[in-house]
């Protein structure tokens, strides 16, 4: 019976994660490209058609992600608080059963395993995009692209609008990832953390 409660818990908490990552994923593409093509107008038209494709997969993997994510956290934070538990008043515990209550049980390091894991998750989201915001700025807006040989333009022109157009919408990118990177770290570390107090307390 435990191994079967704890082969579900697993299965519950890794479709959890992949659920979220694949929403997170896809919430990062959607509003960047939203950005770039309808609101900064940084996209031509030759290639709006396959932007809009990848817009499109990018918000099918919202559209999928969140609801995966939403039902399984449901049934984890629901099997966390039994109804029945409310109702019953505490037990007083035999001194003998007193050690082994008090470990930790596995569902509940699977547990923690998640929540510092999506903590994790967040926080990397958040740090590796605020190393690239200054030196995407920088190349959007203050380095002086190199002349390079073109075609139409010899002096280089098109080519420095291709370069700084590159670097702007990396800069979206980093911007939206701390965005959705941030609650996602302090929602599910505030979790972590009232849970430790709490066993602390214990």
Sequence with gaps: MKQRNLVRSIYLYAVTVAGIV????????TLTNILNM?????????SMPYELGTL???????????PVWLYHWGIIQGSRHPVSAATTPPQPVPATEAAVIVPESRRDLV???YIYLLSAIGLFIVMFSLINIVPNLYRAYFMQVPAVT???KPDGTLAAQAQNTYAIQ?????????????????????????????????
């Design 150 to 152: 073109e075609p139409v």
């Design 38 to 46: 309808y609101v900064f107008r940084l996209i031509s038209s030759d």
């Design 56 to 66: 499109l997969e990018f918000v099918s993997a919202v559209v999928v992600g969140i």
């Design 170 to 202: 990396s800069l979206i990118r980093n911007i939206v990832s701390v965005a959705v990177g941030t609650p996602v770290w302090l929602y599910h570390w505030n979790i972590g953390q009232r849970e430790d107090h709490d066993l602390s307390a214990d």
């Design 111 to 113: 547990r923690r395993i």
């Design 22 to 29: 694949m929403a997170l994923t896809g919430l990062i593409g």
